[in-house]
């Protein structure tokens, strides 16, 4: 992924130390587009340009990174309203979340994540898998898929 300004990144975390540490890791890396949110409805609300985020400029994000524990509703509510719509689909979501459990993992791949990421994870851990995933996007464009 490149810092093209047409593509930005949609990060949705409550914890606000988790949310500059993942912020400070994109900038390093270059990816200063990111739109933070506090709250799974405002995601929705965002990413389907429904209430206060109506009259949004610019297109979908290039990747959200969602957190599973949100203080109205899940994480994987809102991975649910994702993919249940046919213009978002294609948007790659990163699931984040304390917990290691396998069915929480699990969970996530059955609902539609592309990757599952246990916090607090190393800043390189995470700008490397948003870096793999940039490239495969990258791949994918050129490849006119």
Do not use: C
């Not at 996530?108 to 996007?137: D, M, R, Y």
């Amino acid at each position: 992924m490149t810092s093209d300004a047409t593509e930005h990144l949609l990060l949705v975390e409550d914890n606000p130390d988790e949310a500059a540490l993942i912020r400070r890791a994109l900038a390093a890396r270059g990816w200063a587009q990111l739109t933070v949110l506090t709250h799974g409805q405002r995601a929705i609300d965002y990413l389907l340009r429904r209430g206060a985020y109506a009259g949004r400029s610019g297109g979908d994000p290039a990747l959200v990174l969602l957190d599973i524990g949100l203080p109205d509703i899940s994480g994987l509510e809102v991975l649910e309203t994702i993919r249940a719509h046919a213009a978002l689909r294609h948007v790659p979501v990163v699931m984040l979340t304390v917990s290691d459990d396998e069915a929480v993992r699990a969970g996530s791949f059955e609902t539609g994540a592309n990757l599952f990421v246990t916090k607090p994870s190393q800043p390189a851990e995470l700008t490397a898998t948003v870096h793999a995933i940039g490239t495969f996007l990258a791949e994918q464009r050129r490849q006119g898929r």
